[in-house]
């Protein structure tokens, strides 16, 4: 009984790890995109004022090099 226990630990942890292998800022971001291009198609109130944000690669050359030390 306690193999089995152990396995199925085992297998949990193996399957958080890979999980945590995702780039989720990369998730986040492109969701915000995709969120504010729905937005836009909306009237009204609700409706978002540029939903052209830039891209995710733009987005980081962008942090780059603001955090770059001038």
């Known amino acids: 009984m306690k193999n089995r226990v152990y396995a199925s630990l085992t297998l ?9 292998q995702i780039n989720w800022e990369r998730a986040g971001y492109e969701d915000m995109r995709r969120r504010a291009k729905e937005q ?23 942090r780059k090099r603001l955090r770059r030390p001038e």
């Open 12 to 20: 949990v942890a193996a399957l958080l790890c890979g999980c945590a």
């Open 40 to 62: 836009a198609r909306q009237h009204g109130a609700a409706a978002v004022p540029d939903p052209n944000l830039p891209t995710y690669e733009r987005y980081e050359e962008e």
